[in-house]
């Protein structure tokens, strides 16, 4: 049966290799509004730090983490300059000087913050694998993938996604909807 560690039990996983979903990345890296979740996962990634866990992301995090910081650059310039989407779409604001700055910002912060601190690991799924994927159930596709990864190495997870209440793999996590279960 699968485990689901509070922040307050981070010493029971001290052996164990950890591996962040892009929520944490989120709000450990990119300033979302929501300060608890960013000061309580900010608290676990330096504990995680000083008791020398492994951390590990995959290409799918990376790429979710991305997408969703320069999705929030792009509302924030929507928001700074008085813009809707309708007037200036998402690809107009990736293709302008603004969203190459932001681009290029991003690119750094996962170069120097994340790619220089964990472990990138991942899986060649087969054909079975991803049709296994395709049923419906509280996981999207990426999240699937990742409890795919998880299970199949015994990595525990670090993430804040409450989708994650029903996995069949261990979880580290603040959320008290995924501790309740």
């Known amino acids: 049966m699968p ?4 922040a307050v039990q981070i010493n029971a996983v001290a ?15 990119w300033p979302t509004g929501s300060q608890n979740w960013e000061a309580t996962y900010s608290k676990i990634y330096g504990s995680l730090i000083t008791q020398k866990n492994e951390l590990l992301v995959d290409y799918l ?13 792009y509302r924030k310039h929507l ?20 969203g190459e700055s932001a681009v290029n910002d991003i690119y750094l912060i996962v170069k120097h913050s994340v790619l220089d601190m964990f472990s990138v690991v991942g899986k060649n ?9 395709l049923s419906y159930d509280t996981l999207d596709f990426n999240d699937k993938a ?24 261990d979880i580290l996590t603040a959320n008290p909807i995924l501790l309740a279960k």
């Open 61 to 73: 995090v990376v790429a979710e983490t991305i997408n969703v910081a320069l999705r929030t650059e």
């Open 3 to 6: 485990t689901k560690y509070s």
């Open 146 to 169: 990742i409890q795919f990864i998880c299970k199949e190495n015994d990595y525990l997870l670090l993430t804040n996604d409450r989708d994650f209440v029903s996995t069949e793999i």
């Open 125 to 133: 799924f087969s054909l079975g694998d991803m049709i296994s994927f």
């Open 15 to 29: 052996d164990r290799k950890i591996f962040f979903d892009a929520n944490v990345l989120i709000y450990l890296f």
């Open 79 to 98: 928001l700074n300059n008085s813009l809707s989407e309708k007037t200036f779409s998402y690809k107009d604001f990736r293709n302008s000087s603004d």
